[in-house]
């Protein structure tokens, strides 16, 4: 084998293995019961979140997203995290729908509140009836949001 030959098989294995490497290293968004966003679990399953809301006398915050979505990524790294963020969000119990999720659910939640492009968070009582809505990314005014939903809620 020549030299050449020996160095373009090194190359491609190595960029093989990079590849192989990036997409398992790839921090898990979700599972069956649950997604994770910046630290903070999500229900997946809007029913089994809508009793749990009704029991608890919590609303629900809605979570539309994606994994393509830079304004979720934003959401995950700098909001969620924020311990003002963490104080409010434990007063909601939260629901994530991923858009691109062509289930019969994630279809009707999409319908209901019509969701067609991420980020959008939805604030609801356990019956459904809407509270807030967030459009797009409202960095350090969604706490303000999550106010405004609880003060609406508890009315």
């Given at each position: ?21 990036s997409m ?101 009582t356990p ?29």
């Open positions: 084998m020549t030299p050449r030959k020996a160095l373009t098989l090194v190359f491609f294995v190595l960029v093989l293995g990079i590849g192989y490497y398992n290293a790839a921090p898990v968004v979700s599972d069956q019961t649950y997604s994770y966003h910046g630290e903070t679990q999500w229900y997946t399953d809007y029913d089994q979140a809508q009793q749990i809301a009704a029991t608890e006398e919590k609303p629900l915050l809605i979570y539309f997203w994606t994994t393509w979505c830079t304004y979720c990524e934003d959401y995950d790294q700098q909001v969620y995290s924020d311990p003002a963020v963490q104080d409010r969000l434990d007063e909601f119990v939260l629901v994530a729908v991923n858009l691109d999720d062509d289930s019969r659910e994630a279809s009707r939640l999409k319908q209901q509140y019509e969701a067609n492009y991420p980020p959008i968070h939805v604030a609801v019956d459904g009836r809407e509270l807030v809505r967030i459009n797009g990314y409202a960095g350090d005014d969604f706490a303000t949001y999550l106010d405004r939903a609880q003060t609406r809620y508890e009315q």
